[in-house]
């Protein structure tokens, strides 16, 4: 982050805490004009910095309050094999994360479901049928301890 300044680094803390404040309210909050403010939101919205702005929703509402980590080995890592999977994985509507990982795992997904029997549902409809699995282990969270948006910045 070496083209940030102090100012910048608070504009992204709130913006990303309160992501609808007013421009007059951020630009109260971190000592600046409002067109100052709005300018420097400007800059670091085309810089890439802000990618987007969205509503967190909250899963238990949504009767999605089961979170389960599944960790996927993979037969093979030939590009196809790793392609042909994050094209299949991407359009699973109850995986909300995918990453692709160094140690035992080739890939660690999450998923919501609405419990257990939903998410045996969605093993059965989608995991299961995803191209080069290996092996798969499914972890399902009990609490959430830490749960944060926020990058440090």
Same mark, same amino acid.
């Given at each position: 982050?070496?083209?940030?300044?102090?100012?910048?680094?608070?504009?992204?803390?709130?913006?990303?805490?309160?992501?609808? &404040?007013?421009?007059?309210?951020?630009?109260?909050?971190?000592?600046?004009?409002?067109?100052?403010?709005?300018?420097?939101?400007?800059?670091?919205?085309?810089?890439?910095?802000?990618?987007?702005?969205? %509503?967190?929703?909250? /899963?238990?509402r949504l009767?999605?309050?089961?979170?389960?980590?599944?960790? &996927?080995?993979? %037969?093979? *890592?030939?590009d196809e094999?790793?392609?042909?999977?994050?094209?299949?994985? /991407?359009?699973?509507?109850?995986?909300?994360?995918?990453?692709?990982?160094?140690?035992?795992?080739?890939?660690?997904?999450?998923?919501?479901? *609405?419990?257990?029997?939903?998410? /045996?549902?969605?093993?059965? *409809?989608?995991? %299961?049928?995803?191209?080069?699995? %290996?092996?798969?282990?499914s972890s399902?969270?009990?609490?959430?301890?830490? *749960?944060?948006?926020?990058?440090?910045?």
């Amino acid at each position: 982050m070496p083209d940030l300044d102090p100012t910048d680094r608070r504009i992204l803390d709130v913006l990303q805490r309160q992501g609808r &404040i007013t421009n007059a309210e951020l630009a109260e909050r971190i000592h600046l004009s409002a067109s100052a403010c709005h300018r420097r939101v400007q800059r670091l919205e085309a810089e890439g910095y802000i990618a987007g702005y969205v %509503a967190l929703l909250d /899963a238990r509402r949504l009767g999605r309050g089961t979170t389960v980590f599944v960790e &996927i080995t993979l %037969a093979g *890592q030939a590009d196809e094999v790793l392609d042909a999977f994050e094209r299949a994985v /991407a359009r699973v509507p109850d995986v909300l994360e995918c990453h692709l990982m160094a140690g035992t795992a080739d890939y660690l997904l999450k998923v919501v479901a *609405q419990d257990t029997e939903d998410f /045996a549902r969605i093993h059965r *409809q989608h995991l %299961a049928r995803l191209p080069g699995v %290996a092996q798969m282990q499914s972890s399902f969270a009990l609490r959430k301890v830490v *749960q944060t948006t926020a990058m440090p910045v």
